[in-house]
């Protein structure tokens, strides 16, 4: 069964904290994705990667950093975390030259204070 | 850019009754279709998808979706839900040429009543 899996479901963090969320999967994908989700804006890109020590910014990278050094795992950092930082960060992955079907892990819900 | 349209950010029904649920997307080029639902607590677990072919995707949970490429939408259906199906869906559409790349709508809230 194909899985991505995130370090937390839930992480509370105060102001100022440098936040690091880890994704996981096992299908040997080239693709992983970062995206935050919040009400009545559905899921937005933050940053994506195409290969190991490659990455792109999506539509919001702003106050966000990214890592792949290895093609299983992608981490999502917050450098100096803030309040508007506060939303679900979901992770996923894909297959290269395919039509973009992405799988999901279950999410971190992330409070900053 | 691409964009997609979810109109409806709540759509309340009743056990057993069908129901519909509208998403329409900006461009005319070619594209890959998606529909997604998220159960509380949990990721996004693919419905269907449209790739190619028949205009008419059956998914999982007896959902179903037609392709209608001159009004640009791709709607969700189904004939009868029932209280598990309550739960947050989204549409996704990706072009040919960044297929890599999914743009989601800003989802819809189905909430099945007894």
């Known amino acids: 069964d194909v899985k991505v899996t995130q370090s937390s479901r839930y992480l509370v963090k105060r102001t100022g904290e440098k936040v690091f969320l880890e994704c996981v999967q096992d299908?040997?994908?080239?693709?992983m994705f970062w995206y935050r989700q919040d009400p009545g804006l559905g899921l937005r890109l933050i940053y994506f990667?195409?290969?190991?020590?490659?990455?792109e910014k999506g539509d919001i990278p702003e106050g966000y950093s990214v890592s792949r050094e290895k093609k299983e795992r992608f981490s999502l950092i917050l450098e100096s975390a803030s309040t508007n930082q506060t939303s679900m960060y979901l992770c996923?992955?894909?297959?290269?030259?395919?039509?973009?079907?992405?799988?999901f892990g279950p999410g971190t819900r992330l409070t900053v204070l | 850019a691409q964009s997609v349209t979810q109109l409806d950010s709540q759509v309340p029904v009743f056990e057993e009754a069908p129901v519909e649920l509208r998403c329409n997307y900006s461009s005319s080029v070619s594209v890959y279709l998606f529909w997604y639902v998220q159960y509380p607590n949990q990721g996004l677990q693919l419905l269907l998808k449209y790739l190619s072919g028949s205009t008419l995707v059956k998914g999982i949970n007896g959902f179903e979706a037609e392709f209608n490429k001159s009004q640009t939408s791709f709607h969700l259906r189904k004939p009868s839900v029932h209280i598990s199906d309550t739960a947050e869906y989204f549409c996704?559409?990706?072009?040919?040429?960044?297929?890599?790349?999914?743009?989601f709508g800003s989802g819809t809230r189905l909430l099945v009543r007894p």
């Open positions: 990667s195409y290969d190991v020590k490659m990455k």
């Open positions: 299908m040997d994908h080239e693709n």
């Open positions: 996704a559409v990706s072009d040919h040429d960044s297929s890599y790349k999914l743009i």
């Open positions: 996923a992955s894909s297959s290269a030259g395919g039509p973009g079907e992405q799988f």
